[in-house]
């Protein structure tokens, strides 16, 4: 193994990852991880992503990459062979392209006969289907007018009618009145809710609730992303690969502090009775970062 490759791996095993957390973070299949951790860099399918891949990894584990490139330059192949060989192969396509262009244009007037074929084929269609609607609708207006007739030779009784649009309004309304009470409690308690970030250290950041009766922690994954939720007594409530869509909840009232981990803060929706949490830290720079919520009201009470 390579230096670098020593550095990632022991980076990773800090943060409590495995190959598979890692490469949900980061998109890269596990055998380049592999290969990025033993130094072996030729199963990689270029030079240029052999360093691309290193800085993914290392901003997932928490590692600065400019910082490690600089350090590790033996370590890391240049990509200086690579430009010229795609340099290369570009020109040597060019010079290729008259071929297909010939045999593109010796088909075209095969092409353009194909094209009106199927014009012409839809233009027939649409009509057919447009003298079927027509029909439809006057056989539809005939029926209704039939019905019609027939409904009108029976009287309904006005009292019976006009209780039951009485029964139906007052339990219309009685519903309307939960719907409308159960939304402004629920307002109420949002409304209370207060949440203020008080300072970042490193890649944590430290927010404070307080005001609401209930808290109540959402976290949902717009594509896959590892996480880790703990306690107030550092002991796991969550830790694992939420997959594309899923949602995590947790009542977290009773709790005076909860720790969130992620190892890929774009892909990571945090939500506190409802209301998204903001970022401090970019996601897009700080991909790997910690969030700790601390339940003001349960320290009051305490």
């Known amino acids: 193994m390579t230096e670098l490759g020593i550095r990632l791996k022991e980076a990773r095993e800090e943060k409590a990852m495995s190959l598979d957390d890692l490469q949900a973070a980061t998109k890269?299949?596990?055998?380049?991880?592999?290969?990025?951790?033993?130094?072996?860099?030729?199963?990689?399918?270029?030079?240029?992503?052999v360093r691309a891949f290193i800085k993914q990894y290392a901003e997932a584990v928490g590692l600065d990459a400019d910082?490690?490139?600089?350090?590790?330059?033996?370590?890391?192949?240049?990509?200086?062979?690579?430009?010229?060989s795609e340099k290369i192969s570009g020109m040597n396509l060019q010079k290729e392209m008259p071929k297909p262009a010939s045999k593109a244009l010796e088909l075209l007037p095969t092409i353009?006969?194909?094209?009106?074929?199927?014009?012409?084929?839809?233009?027939?269609?649409?009509?057919?289907?447009f003298a079927n609607h027509k029909n439809d609708d006057n056989s539809?207006?005939?029926?209704?007018?039939?019905?019609?007739?027939?409904?009108?030779?029976?009287?309904?009784?006005?009292?019976s009618t006009l209780k039951e649009n009485q029964t139906n309004s007052s339990e219309k309304e009685t519903d309307t009145k939960k719907e409308t009470k159960d939304k402004e409690d629920k307002k109420e308690d949002s409304d209370k809710l207060e949440v203020k970030a008080t300072g970042t250290e490193g890649s944590v950041t430290t927010y404070e609730v307080s005001g609401a009766d209930k808290i109540e922690l959402e976290l949902k994954?717009?594509?896959?992303?590892?996480?880790?939720?703990?306690?107030?007594?550092?002991?796991?409530?969550?830790?694992?690969?939420?997959?594309?869509d899923e949602t995590y909840k947790k009542d977290i009232t009773d709790q005076k502090?909860?720790?969130?981990?992620?190892?890929?803060?774009?892909?990571?929706?945090?939500?506190?009775?409802?209301?998204?949490?903001?970022?401090?830290l970019d996601p897009k720079e700080v991909m790997a970062q910690t969030i700790k919520v601390v339940n003001k009201k349960e320290e009051k009470s305490s």
């Not at 910082?67 to 010229?84: A, G």
């Not at 994954?221 to 594309?244: F, H, P, Q, Y």
């Not at 502090?257 to 401090?280: C, D, F, H």
Request: proline share 3%; glycine share 4%; net charge neutral.
């Open 28 to 49: 890269i299949q596990k055998r380049y991880l592999t290969a990025l951790e033993e130094g072996n860099y030729d199963i990689i399918p270029g030079k240029f992503y």
């Open 112 to 129: 353009l006969v194909i094209l009106g074929v199927i014009v012409v084929i839809a233009i027939v269609y649409a009509i057919i289907q």
């Open 257 to 280: 502090q909860v720790e969130i981990r992620t190892g890929y803060a774009p892909n990571l929706k945090i939500k506190i009775n409802g209301e998204v949490l903001s970022y401090k």
């Open 140 to 159: 539809n207006a005939a029926s209704e007018k039939s019905i019609a007739k027939s409904e009108s030779k029976y009287e309904i009784p006005k009292d």
């Open 67 to 84: 910082q490690l490139f600089e350090e590790h330059k033996k370590d890391i192949p240049n990509t200086y062979h690579d430009d010229v």
């Open 221 to 244: 994954a717009s594509d896959s992303s590892w996480i880790r939720v703990r306690d107030e007594n550092s002991s796991s409530l969550k830790e694992g690969t939420l997959k594309k």
